[in-house]
């Protein structure tokens, strides 16, 4: 593949342009970041699992139905998406208190939710990624509310069907974070990556956790975690 212009390097991934304008190459890096970027890591091997995961989860969820920026893998490393303009929000779908939920609203970690929450973050470096409600959305023009009611509708039907498939891999699917972009056309689409960087997966058995936690809160085992995700989906490791 021809290598094309760098148009974005973020923290866990680059993107390069192809002879196509409308795809792009993303390429996942080994780096880590939390906390704003004030914690940094490299971590050999979790750009592979990554892109491997994500690929997975847009495959799976294209092939239910819900469309996403997905074209194919193209390397261990590599993969070929549709070229959005991504929207400054983080939608987060969660089923078990966690992470700044659980913090926020004083509950023990772990806490099942009676029914999913779904939260929106303005994405902006300067103010921390702040929680923001439809009626902010709306103030900053970040969204119409008819591109909203779709987010949320589509993170919902993400939930359910990556729930159902992580419960029969015996995988808690604890809460995640989306991304949505613009194609050319304006149309809304699932892009960015669904991972254990963006996930928190939790051993249905153990509760041990096999995500980025690990990595935020210093357990160690970061990549074998993120294996350990991608060896019940079944995966191999070939090419
Ligand atoms: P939180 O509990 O820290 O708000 O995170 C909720 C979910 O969103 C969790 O699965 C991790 C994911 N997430 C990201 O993917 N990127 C981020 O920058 C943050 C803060 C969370």
């Not at 993400?158 to 604890?174: A, S, W």
């Not at 980025?212 to 090419?239: H, M």
């Amino acid at each position: 593949m021809n290598r094309g212009e760098l148009l974005y390097e973020g923290k866990a991934k680059k993107l390069f342009r192809t002879e196509d304008p409308d795809v792009v190459r993303v390429v996942y890096k080994d780096d880590a970041t939390a906390f704003d970027g004030k914690k940094k890591g490299h971590l050999p091997g979790k750009g592979e699992m990554n892109n491997r995961i994500s690929a997975f989860f847009f495959r799976y969820l294209a092939e239910k139905g819900v469309d996403n920026h997905f074209v194919r893998r193209l390397s261990p490393t590599e993969q070929l998406v549709r070229r959005v303009r991504i929207l400054p929000l983080e939608v987060v779908v969660r089923n078990r208190a966690a992470g700044s939920l659980a913090k926020r609203l004083g509950l023990e970690e772990g806490t099942s939710l009676p029914r999913p929450v779904v939260e929106f973050y303005y994405k902006n470096d300067e103010l921390g990624d702040p929680l923001v409600n439809e009626d902010h959305i709306a103030a900053l023009q970040l969204a119409s509310p008819d591109q909203l009611e779709e987010m949320k509708h589509i993170a919902l039907r993400v939930n359910g069907l990556l729930k159902e498939l992580m419960e029969e891999r015996g995988v808690i699917l604890v809460d995640f974070k989306l991304e949505f972009g613009l194609d050319r056309e304006g149309r809304l689409l699932l892009a960015d990556e669904i991972s254990p960087d963006t996930c928190r997966f939790w051993d249905a058995r153990t509760e041990e956790k096999l995500d980025k936690d690990r990595f935020r809160r210093d357990l160690g085992g970061v990549v074998e975690a993120y294996r350990e995700i991608w060896r019940r989906l079944g995966g191999e490791i070939r090419d």
